[in-house]
């Protein structure tokens, strides 16, 4: 494949370039302005010639069709956003602009293009808050508790538009919580970072109790890769989770577990919600990817302990 | 009450600020740039000290800022939108500028000022194209098939959001095509401008087959402050229509026979949407508005029949 991959320098877009490059044929161009990615985390795909960076801004409205044109992708991959989701609710700017407008831009530079496929990375956080409800695809009512929700949801609805209006063929996947080497934000992120600044407590936000599903990026990549080969609808709409779900006070004990340190004392600022938005206990109905013929391999537990490795390993993990 | 509404000299907005008038302890401040709005249809509302027009545009963050501060409303009307639902396919930057940032730009203002309440039009663009569904508002998955309808729906879902997060309450009504007087665009209004210009013929875009609920202006207004009084939840969600349908071939019908015109010539351009994003069938399920207490008053073939003698003896109405 020819493809372009917005936020290709961040988490989940480095590894899916990565991914792209193991097929000898295919071609990758990078569109990143480094905020959240690393040049660090493309630095060997970059080494291959069939790999080019273009730094710019999504932001930047030119500069995205510019990109776009040149690169001429028969898929964009727009994974670009504001990973940081807690503070999305004290900078609702921060969504509207990252997400909104930069979705915007990508669709006006892919129709003006003519470009064939977009995958789009949303997720569970569209769905708003059902503590007592695994929510399928076709849920409703969308009311979103957060701009981080209320943008994926802003940017699937554009999306959808764009692809019965313009011939587009869009694939939206509403992912759990994604773990693994190179994530730059998350709970044990957070846990990890907290513990090297000072390893006799951690800080948990709300009351631990907080329950989700978290999935490792490799079956993020291979979720997106299998849909890819097997669906084609207008807008393909699929949940991607484990089947299974960690409080974050699991997590807690997993962390001080593995960077033994065991006694450190965790301290719980309270409440239900470790932030304004956070959505506390998240369930996903799955059956529509399962009937399709995939499931993660890694469930949440394999999925948060591998993380916590990848990160306690990584040179450049989390820092204090 | 003391209200702000935005797009207020505006179709729907003239009529809620006429409503809110009769009440006399009640005040108004109207936003509006009249790009489609006009200041003869508030001519008689500003005439009374209560009422204060504002001229400016939502795209001006500063201004929407000012003025609801300034206001300092205990309700926001939010009406203004782009009206042009055909034109949003030709033209996506008009919806997203003028629903999606203009909506963003209210919600901020609101947010930092305090303000606790807001009304939102809707409408059912967000459902998608489902002939064979009467939509609740619980249908899902959302897949918006224009510009006009995602829009929509991403203002709905930045509503929601904040509504969660700083404790706005917030009521959202997708409504119906709404006709009566003072409208500015619909199938009816350009009928009547297209016999007006050619008393021989008519063109009609598609095969004349789309069929949907057209309802009055006057039920509009009745729905939403009816809604008001009754329900009070962070987000207050409700289909508005009527109960019965009406076929496009029959609107045409009705235009010719009110305007004398039984033998002009109909003249379809075919297919069975009328422009790129029309949703040629429209079914609502009402039973959520229905059990709180509310019907229309108003069948759609009365709203439609209504409105075209609305039209026609207004002296500002559809010109050629």
Redesign the interface.
């Known amino acids: 494949m020819n493809a372009l991959v917005t936020g290709g320098a961040g988490f989940i877009g480095s590894h899916i370039v990565d991914t792209i490059l193991h097929d000898p044929s295919s071609e990758v161009v990078i569109f990143d302005n480094l905020t959240s990615g690393r040049s660090s985390f493309v630095a060997a795909a970059t080494r291959d010639r069939r790999c080019t960076f273009v730094p710019g801004d999504l932001l930047d409205a030119n500069a995205v069709r510019r990109v776009v044109k040149d690169a001429a992708p028969d898929i964009v991959f727009h994974l670009a956003a504001n990973p940081d989701i807690a503070r999305g609710?004290l900078e609702?700017?921060l969504d509207?602009q990252q997400t909104?407008v930069a979705t915007?831009h990508v669709?006006?530079a892919m129709?003006l293009a003519r470009s064939p496929r977009l995958v789009f990375t949303s997720g569970s956080g569209?769905y708003?808050?059902h503590p007592d409800v695994a929510t399928a695809?076709?849920?409703?009512?969308?009311?979103?508790?957060?701009?981080y929700?209320?943008?994926k949801?802003?940017a699937e609805?554009?999306i959808?538009?764009?692809a019965?209006?313009y011939g587009l063929t869009a694939y939206i996947f509403r992912f759990a919580n994604v773990v693994g080497a190179r994530q730059t934000h998350g709970v044990a992120f957070d846990f990890i970072r907290k513990l090297r600044s000072d390893p006799r407590r951690l800080e948990i936000l709300g009351d631990g109790h907080q329950s989700k599903s978290y999935i490792h990026v490799s079956d993020v990549v291979s979720a997106i890769l299998f849909v890819l080969e097997k669906d084609s609808e207008p807008?393909n709409?699929y949940n991607v989770a484990t089947d299974d779900y960690v409080t974050v006070r699991w997590i807690a004990d997993r962390v001080r577990e593995l960077m033994g340190l065991p006694d450190a004392q965790l301290i719980f600022t309270g409440g239900a919600r470790g932030w304004?938005?956070d959505v506390p206990v998240v369930r996903f109905d799955l059956s529509k990817i399962h009937d399709l013929g995939w499931s993660a391999r890694q469930s949440s537990r394999d999925a948060v302990r591998r993380s916590i490795g990848e990160m306690l390993s990584d040179p450049a993990g989390p820092r204090p």
Chains 1, 2 share one sequence.
């Open positions: 609710a609702p700017t509207f909104i915007f669709l006006e129709r569209v708003g808050d695809e076709t849920f409703g009512p969308l009311l979103p508790i957060s701009m929700g209320a943008s949801l802003a609805a554009m959808s538009s764009y019965h209006m807008v709409l304004s938005g």
